[in-house]
């Protein structure tokens, strides 16, 4: 039953979803690239803090 329902949602998706504009697409890409940037950088600073506590 479970199977069959899941079907059934992902028909009505769909019949909802839509392919992204250009600008939508472009949008979504540099928030993403941001947001990997972010962690990243984050991620970096980390690293050299434990590092420079490492060699105390």
Known sequence: MKL????KSVKTLMKV??????????????ITFLGILVL???AFIV??????????
């Open 4 to 7: 069959i329902e899941f079907l």
């Open 17 to 30: 979803a839509k392919k992204p504009s250009r600008e939508e697409f472009t949008v979504i890409l540099k």
């Open 40 to 42: 990243g950088a984050i």
């Open 47 to 56: 690293r050299f803090v434990a590092l420079a506590l490492q060699s105390i």
